[in-house]
């Protein structure tokens, strides 16, 4: 037998104010379940014969827009049953259908999520999360709304605000729409929100996507750069200016490898002629095997005397640096100051684009390609939004291959 929904004021029962509860009715078998929707209405407003608010109800619409999702959970939950030829009774019905409705706004379950991310160490997906909290706020003044209320008009009107308010770039509005959508996926999977509710199969985030400009530069220039004296660029000697030289070849020559994941190498992970980690931004295993060009940078800043646990590069200190805030917040510092050494680099060489640790990514994977490798072993470009297809191909070969690959960087 067919079980029915339907909408009831439960007027056996009858409030101090007068009004009586607004109710679901669950109906199987002849069996009767009622489940409150935390509502009361006074008997005028309601319309028994068609199980909604009549017109002069006050907050009509809100009423019936809830009735209506309240009855769809159910009825979803029962298309469920009988999908996977599952019985039930209208008590499970009622514990399977309300399992998957938590009532936590989006601000609770942001700060919850950007909470988790720090206790994991991921720093700077926490950061990216924090944006888009900062975004959110901004926009609608409050946090104070539900997955329920994030549709194609609340997504249109963010994206308003970030165009016309905040004057951010689509490469920047995608940003923050990516961990938008990224937010819902993770409340969909913890039963916050139902998929049938998914905005996002008719708000496209994929078209906020700006042409991206030319991030790669020839063998031959990557030669220029080896082959440069740096101490020649500047009056007095600067240190840093030779590790940024350092540490865009290493990451050239290892695996595109970025410059978080290369200061935070320790000596630990050199095991004969490879280096392997677990990337920072992912947790992935990383293997490859280390180039003599790579070694000999290698070289030049391991130390004799030094502890497994020890940085390799000299930006990170083990004593000093040790919680991973302190280390995000060190990372970030270096980056910003090695991108300014670089651009002086390309500057003086009279490169075609800014020189910068990303461009380092960029030209391992187009040097590889323009000299007959395989696209299936690396992919067109080290990208933020093909970084993880590019892993995973990568990950399909055996090492072998991707070393053989590597002999020609240079």
């Not at 009774?89 to 909470?115: C, F, N, P, W």
């Not at 937010?183 to 139902?194: F, R, T």
């Not at 400009?213 to 000697?237: C, F, G």
Request: net charge positive.
């Amino acid at each position: 037998m067919n079980t029915s929904v339907s909408a009831v004021l439960f007027t056996s029962k009858t409030l101090a104010n007068g009004e009586h509860p607004l109710m679901l009715r669950l109906t199987k078998n002849r069996k009767l379940k009622y489940v409150s929707l935390h509502l009361s209405l006074a008997p005028q407003y309601w319309d028994a014969s068609k199980g909604r608010p009549r017109r002069h109800c006050p907050d009509r619409e809100k009423i019936i827009a809830l009735i209506e999702r309240k009855i769809n959970e159910y009825e979803q939950q029962i298309i469920e049953f009988k999908t996977n030829q599952r019985d039930y009774t209208l008590h499970t019905l009622v514990d399977k259908a309300s399992a998957k409705v938590v009532r936590q706004t989006v601000g609770e379950y942001l700060s919850a999520y950007i909470q988790r991310l720090n206790g994991e160490n991921r720093i700077g997906n926490a950061m990216t999360f924090t944006h888009l909290k900062t975004a959110l706020q901004r926009c609608f003044g409050s946090l104070d709304f539900y997955f329920i209320d994030i549709d194609h008009d609340f997504l249109r009107k963010f994206e308003m605000w970030l165009r016309t308010q905040a004057h951010y770039s689509d490469n920047s509005i995608g940003i923050r729409f990516r961990s938008l959508r990224a937010l819902y996926n993770q409340a969909i999977s913890d039963n916050l929100i139902k998929k049938a509710n998914y905005p996002f199969d008719t708000f496209k985030v994929s078209r906020f996507k700006e042409a991206t400009a030319k991030r790669a530069i020839s063998k031959e220039d990557i030669m220029r750069l080896v082959n440069l004296d740096v101490r020649t660029l500047t009056k007095y000697p600067k240190p840093f200016l030779a590790l940024s030289k350092d540490l865009f070849l290493f990451s050239y020559l290892g695996c595109g490898i970025n410059l978080t994941d290369m200061l935070h190498l320790k000596y630990c992970d050199l095991t004969g002629d490879r280096v392997t980690f677990n990337r920072q931004k992912t947790g992935k295993l990383i293997t490859f095997r280390l180039q003599p060009a790579a070694v000999d940078i290698l070289r030049k800043y391991m130390k004799a005397e030094h502890n497994s646990d020890d940085y390799i590069f000299p930006c990170l200190k083990r004593t000093i640096h040790v919680t991973a805030e302190q280390q995000y917040a060190r990372v970030k510092r270096v980056t910003k100051l090695v991108n300014r050494y670089l651009k002086m680099i390309g500057e003086y060489l009279k490169f075609p684009i800014p020189l910068t640790t990303y461009v380092a990514r960029h030209s391992f994977a187009t040097v590889l390609k323009r000299s007959g490798v395989s696209t299936s072993i690396i992919s067109e470009s080290l990208g933020h939004s093909s970084e993880k297809i590019t892993q995973i191909y990568l990950d399909s070969f055996e090492n072998s291959q991707i070393d053989e690959a590597m002999s020609n960087l240079l």
